[in-house]
């Protein structure tokens, strides 16, 4: 049974930084390509940014390049996002997702299943 467990989530001024985490189980983890999504309030399902399974390739939708880092340790089955520059409009709740296959990192049609989220709130 896949299990996403998300956390590092909470309340931080504009300009301030948080990292997210995501601890997975329940299937091969290094097998497959992982992401982010988040929802804001009253807003659709987001695709953030992707990671490959190996770690070789990254990719962000175009409203987080930069700031944002997708990565991955394989090794202890946890996918990190760290999220620098915060602001307001970056308030939502976000989801770690796991891929459907080992390369997948081009938006919302390459994941399959999302943990239980992580609130992130940007206000000063």
């Known amino acids: 049974q896949v299990q996403l467990v998300e956390s590092g989530g909470g309340l931080v001024q504009p300009g301030g930084s948080l990292r997210l985490s995501c601890a997975a189980s329940g299937f091969t983890f290094r097998s497959y390509a992982m992401s982010w999504v988040r929802q804001a309030p009253g807003k659709g399902l987001e695709w953030v940014s992707g990671?490959?399974?190996?770690?070789?390739?990254?990719n962000s939708g175009d409203s987080v390049k930069g700031p944002f880092t997708i990565s991955r340790d394989n090794a202890k089955n946890i996918v990190y996002l760290q999220m620098n520059n915060l602001q307001p409009e970056d308030t939502a709740v976000y989801y770690c997702a796991k891929g459907k296959n080992p390369y997948g990192i081009n938006g919302l049609g390459s994941i399959e299943q999302r943990g239980q989220g992580t609130q992130v709130t940007v206000s000063s």
């Open positions: 990671i490959d399974h190996s770690s070789r390739n990254t």
